[in-house]
């Protein structure tokens, strides 16, 4: 067999694996997407011609579902914790990319420790002190909850995309006039500003899909859409329809964010890996 | 010195245990152009950083015309700077580069355009202004590094190694670009540079800095014809260096009896340029010389550096034009005579 020969069927190995590994992820995607279309007694029948119906989209939205609340709920708190999150992980990991600070690595790591806590071991103390200030129930407690999941991991980071600002650029702004706060303004944050991006991105999808402290938390006013899956159940069982449907609405915000933000993902995590 | 325009008085900085920069005493007039010159390591750019503002002295007094300057922040200067890696905003096309300093000092929107234009223009790069930094070449790249420095036209430009990243034709055109507007602008500039070739051709003095200390300053050729200490010789290179003891007005070395230009007693280094010495087949009939065995030779343009063995294993080194080389065709081991006048010859300091 000849050189070329041989990295033809390489390649062509390389391709059909490569379909596979794809095709495997996607198999519970496709049959969520086919199921969000099909009738209730369809769900089951591995047919991939059906009579699609769009009746399931509509239904999660009304009684007793009412997906929209949660949606809402949802929406709520992901946002709110992004934009909280992403500014003051962004001056913490500013301070430490750039300040020598006492204790700074036991800091980081004790950050970083963190997250390495299982949830559950944590959520009763959660429990207890959200009940005696009256946040069981509320979005801004599942924001707070929230925030102390993302943040470690968004300083951490964001720190890798400010280490990789090279300090010269930051020192020709000094020189040139700018302040400390000038400099952050008008150099850091948009040298930054893919990583920022990234990290805004990665904490909205973490407490997007947030289900843990969300299902002992809340009950009925600050239920978020992963909980709101959970109800659809009916005398004659799950209903895969509706909740396929609601699948999809939960998944959709994620799609397109992907797709919007692709360009800068990219570019945001080759910045804070290669330095 | 009359009403310098930076004085460092008694300068010190320390890293950790580590003092980079040590009493540091110097004073640098309007106008001027001062190049600091050393091996890495040497205290140079903490210096210079030190005069912008980036660092500040652990001891010791920096005033920048007649206004002591400890503690006050590098954005509350005047003292741009020209970095090595250039430091451009790669966010910011050409022009917004340019006018940034400006804008930082408030200027308003018209002028800012106005006078970043018109330092494009000088720089020869007015049709560059909408283009992003990464579409530029080097030599470009340090055009607007430049403009970006110069816009605010302040009185003293800081320049740390701003050539080196550059290919060796540009930097002999961008040393001709900074000497015509040092002398056009009049304006100081602070040049930290470990080339001799930059340093020599542009600057008008050179201070000599190793292990965080002033090891010489004075003009260019002072420094290349009289070095004051052993350091200064062997860093400016080109020179053979000859240690021994003299007594009187003679040197014993291993390498024998060598007169001396003056008079001296005990430990003594003599330097001699290597321009300032021939090598010969035949023991010349008067003068110092001393033998050597032909090692190599390297080719820098102009000239070609002969380098030979003393019999005590020390490099002596002999520039020579082509046409002496080709007269001289000497080969590997050939054992020649390495002679040069008892004026050429010149005590150092150890």
């Known amino acids: 067999m000849t050189g070329r020969r041989k990295r033809q069927l390489a390649n062509g190995v390389q391709v059909l694996l490569i379909l596979i590994a794809i095709f495997v992820m996607l198999v519970p995607i496709i049959w969520i997407f086919m199921a969000a279309f099909k009738n209730h007694i369809d769900v089951f029948q591995l047919k991939l011609f059906f009579k699609p119906t769009l009746k399931n989209f509509p239904a999660v939205f009304e009684s007793p579902y009412s997906l929209g609340h949660k949606l809402m709920n949802s929406t709520l708190v992901a946002l709110v914790t992004v934009l909280l999150a992403i500014p003051i992980a962004t001056m913490a990991a500013y301070s430490f990319s750039r300040f020598r600070l006492t204790g700074e690595t036991t800091m980081l790591v004790t950050i970083l420790a963190t997250q390495f806590v299982p949830a559950v071991v944590i959520i009763l103390p959660f429990f207890v002190m959200f009940r005696d200030l009256g946040l069981l129930d509320t979005r801004v407690g599942l924001i707070l909850v929230n925030l102390s999941i993302v943040m470690p991991f968004a300083i951490w980071m964001i720190k890798g995309f400010i280490d990789g600002i090279p300090l010269d650029t930051e020192e020709a702004a000094m020189v040139d006039g700018s302040s400390r706060l000038q400099v952050i303004r008008n150099i850091v944050l948009p040298m930054a500003a893919p990583g920022l991006l990234t990290a805004g991105i990665f904490c909205f999808i973490i407490a997007w899909n947030e289900f843990l402290f969300a299902l002992i938390l809340t009950n009925k006013n600050a239920v978020t859409l992963p909980i709101g899956l959970a109800l659809f159940k009916a005398e004659e069982g799950d209903l895969w329809n509706l909740l396929s449907a609601a699948g999809i609405i939960i998944m959709v915000p994620m799609f397109v964010l992907a797709l919007i933000i692709r360009r800068y993902f990219v570019q945001g995590m080759t910045m804070g890996a290669v330095r | ?350």
């Open chain 2, 1 to 350: 010195m009359d009403n310098p325009l930076v004085s460092f008085t008694g300068v010190s900085k320390r890293f950790g245990q580590v003092w980079a920069v040590k009493s540091l005493d110097l004073s640098i007039t309007r106008g001027e152009f001062v190049a600091l010159m050393g091996p890495s390591g040497c205290g140079k750019t903490t210096t210079l950083r030190m005069l912008a503002g980036l660092e500040e002295p652990t001891e010791g007094t920096i005033s920048i015309g007649g206004r002591v300057m400890n503690g006050v922040a590098a954005h509350e200067r005047d003292t741009p700077m020209v970095w090595q890696s250039l430091a451009l905003f790669p966010f910011l096309n050409v022009r917004e580069n340019v006018e940034f300093g400006l804008k930082m000092r408030g200027v308003a929107k018209e002028e800012r355009t106005s006078r970043a234009k018109e330092w494009l223009d000088r720089l020869g790069m007015s049709d560059f202004g909408d283009r992003g930094i990464e579409q530029l070449s080097g030599g470009q790249k340090q055009r607007v590094a430049l403009a970006r420095s110069l816009v605010t036209e302040p009185e003293m430009l800081l320049l740390d190694e701003p050539l080196s990243a550059l290919d060796a034709h540009l930097v002999i055109r961008m040393q001709g670009v900074l000497s015509s507007l040092q002398r056009e602008l009049g304006i100081t500039f602070v040049y930290v540079t470990h080339s001799q070739s930059e340093a020599f051709s542009m600057a008008d003095r050179v201070v000599i800095m190793g292990d965080g200390e002033i090891a010489q300053i004075g003009p260019p050729r002072e420094i290349y014809r009289r070095p004051a200490t052993r350091f200064v010789a062997e860093f400016v290179g080109r020179n053979n260096i000859f240690e021994g003891e003299a007594r009187g007005n003679s040197l014993h070395s291993p390498l024998g009896t060598l007169p001396l230009p003056v008079t001296a007693f005990g430990p003594a280094v003599m330097a001699v340029a290597a321009d300032r010495v021939s090598a010969n087949r035949d023991r010349p009939g008067e003068g110092p010389s001393v033998k050597g065995r032909f090692l190599s030779e390297e080719f820098s343009g102009t000239s070609i550096l002969c380098y030979f063995e003393g019999s005590d294993g020390s490099t002596i080194k002999a520039q020579v034009d082509e046409e002496a080389l080709d007269l001289l065709a000497p080969s590997h081991g050939e054992v020649f005579w390495i002679s040069w006048s008892t004026d050429a010859a010149h005590l150092v300091g150890s």
